[in-house]
C-alpha cells in the first residue's frame, strides 16, 4: 500500500496570505495526485488531478505541482472560503490511498 | 447535473448488518466504475471498495473484505454496500463516489452516516 503523508496537519493563515500544502508518497506514483476541499459536514470536492490539472470550476488560486513522491498544493491569495481540510489522494496503486490531511484555518 | 444520493446509514449494534444504497442520476451510470469511500469520525479518507460499471469486477480492502459486499442495478441506476458483522471501527461516513477513468474521483456523494456501538 502506497503510504500518503501531508505536511503539515495545520496550517494557519491570515487572509489574502499564500499556502502551501504539501503531499508525500512512500513509493512514487509518477502524477496519478489528487487534491479534494472538504468543508465542516460536506462531502470533499475535487480540486485537482493529474497533480497540477485544475478541475472544472475551480479558481485559478490554487495551483498544484509535483512529481514522483513529492506535491504541493499552493492556495495563492486564500480567501474565507478557502479555509477548510484539504486531502491529497494518489491513483497510481491498489488500494487507493489518501493523506491524514492538512486543515487550512484562519490565523 | 451530476447527483448522487446515500441512504440506509444508521446505528447498529456490533454484529449487525445494515446496506447503505446510492441513488445515482445525471451520468451514464452503467458505464461508470464506483466506489465506496469512508471517514471515521475526526478522520482521513478511505476507499472501501469498487465495481465496474458492469458489476463483473469487485474489488474490496483488507478491513472489510468478507464483510462487505459491492453490487449495483443499473436497471435502478443504484449501487449498493452490504455491511455484515459490522465492528465500532466501522463507524463512518460511507460515500459513494464515480471513478474517474485515469483514477481520482470526480464526484462525490452527501455520504451516509453509519454509527456502529452497543
Known amino acids: 500500500e502506497i503510504v500518503m503523508t501531508q505536511s503539515p496537519d495545520t496550517l494557519s493563515v491570515s487572509p489574502g496570505e499564500r499556502a502551501i500544502l504539501s503531499c508525500r508518497t512512500s513509493?512514487?506514483?509518477?502524477?496519478?495526485l489528487a487534491w479534494y476541499q472538504q468543508k465542516p459536514g460536506q462531502a470533499p470536492r475535487l480540486l485537482l488531478y493529474?497533480?497540477?490539472t485544475r478541475a472544472t470550476g475551480v479558481p485559478a488560486r490554487f495551483s498544484g505541482s509535483g512529481f514522483g513522491t513529492e506535491f504541493t498544493l499552493t492556495i495563492s491569495s486564500l480567501q474565507s472560503e478557502d479555509f477548510a481540510l484539504y486531502h491529497c489522494q494518489q491513483y497510481e496503486g491498489w488500494p487507493r490511498t489518501f493523506g491524514q490531511g492538512t486543515k487550512v484555518e484562519i490565523k | 447535473e451530476v447527483l448522487l444520493v446515500e441512504s440506509g446509514g444508521g446505528l447498529v449494534q456490533p454484529g449487525e448488518s445494515l446496506r447503505l444504497s446510492c441513488s445515482a442520476s445525471?451520468?451514464?451510470?452503467?458505464?461508470?466504475?464506483m466506489h465506496w469511500v469512508r471517514q471515521a469520525p475526526g478522520k482521513g479518507l478511505k476507499y472501501i471498495s469498487g465495481i465496474t460499471g458492469d458489476g463483473g469486477t469487485t474489488h474490496y480492502t483488507d478491513s472489510v473484505q468478507g464483510r462487505f459486499t459491492i453490487s449495483r442495478d443499473n436497471s435502478k441506476n443504484t449501487l449498493y454496500l452490504q455491511m455484515s458483522s459490522l465492528r465500532v471501527e466501522d463507524t463512518a461516513v460511507y460515500y459513494c463516489?464515480?471513478?474517474?477513468?485515469?483514477?481520482?474521483?470526480?464526484?462525490w456523494g452527501q455520504g451516509s452516516l453509519v454509527t456502529v456501538s452497543s
Open positions: 513509493q512514487t506514483i509518477y502524477n496519478n
Open positions: 493529474g497533480a497540477s
Open positions: 445525471g451520468f451514464t451510470f452503467s458505464s461508470s466504475t
Open positions: 463516489v464515480i471513478r474517474h477513468t485515469i483514477g481520482y474521483y470526480e464526484h
